[in-house]
């Protein structure tokens, strides 16, 4: 973790996301609380146990949020792109977070001291209904993506994963898997093994062309129907 923590909120895509009811002097007095790290490839950003004091928001990168099952496996919950909340869904609620975040590409959070967020949402109601309204939009997000994983079977599940990739994080048709085969089986509650063999299958039928950790789909059309119908 590298702490580049030169404050450039005014300028900052994110204010127009959840700060852009704020006043260009309280963006001002903002960056006195505002801190910003930078994450390689596998850097924890937290882990389930370590205590909230801060808020934080995913400027660039990708980032997992996982626990930890009873037997050591990971059970990843979502895959993060940026201005996703990637650690505020129990600020409120909880002294610890329930849940850990790493990078699995380089990455910078942006970093803002929790009292002053509460002081924040004290004293200022239009800041609060979109900070709340932005909160439950991640909360649902992460919700049905699960829903929708659960509902297909092994190939939709697979199918759904790479088209998650390529329209929702990449947009494009081709790109780099930022996961590894495992994490995608604990992305989507199946084993590493039918994942590799799903891949594989969809290589063969020409949907997929495969070149190390780069995909490229090649029949969209079909990827499509097996998620949908999966």
Partial sequence: MIDTSKCQCSDCQFRNVTFSTLEDSEITTLCDYHREYSYSKGGLIHKEGDPIQ???YLKSGLVKVYRASNSGEE???????PFDFVSNISIFSEERYKYSVSAIEESVICSIKLDYIRSLILNHGNFA?????RLSQITDKIIL?????????????????LLYFANDIYKSM??????????????ISMSTA???????????????????K???IVNYEK????????
């Fill in 214 to 216: 780069t995909v490229e």
């Fill in 223 to 230: 990827l499509e129907m097996i998620s949908s119908r999966g």
């Fill in 194 to 212: 039918n994942v590799i063999r799903t891949l594989s299958d969809f290589r063969k039928e020409e949907i997929i062309k495969l070149h190390g």
């Fill in 75 to 81: 059970q990843i919950l979502a895959i993060n792109k």
């Fill in 129 to 133: 209904l979109e900070f709340m309204t």
């Fill in 174 to 187: 081709i790109f780099d898997l930022p996961v590894s085969r495992k994490e995608i089986a604990d992305f």
């Fill in 54 to 56: 801060e808020f934080k």
């Fill in 145 to 161: 993506q699960t829903l929708d994983i659960r509902n297909r079977n092994l190939a939709g599940r697979v199918a759904y994963v």
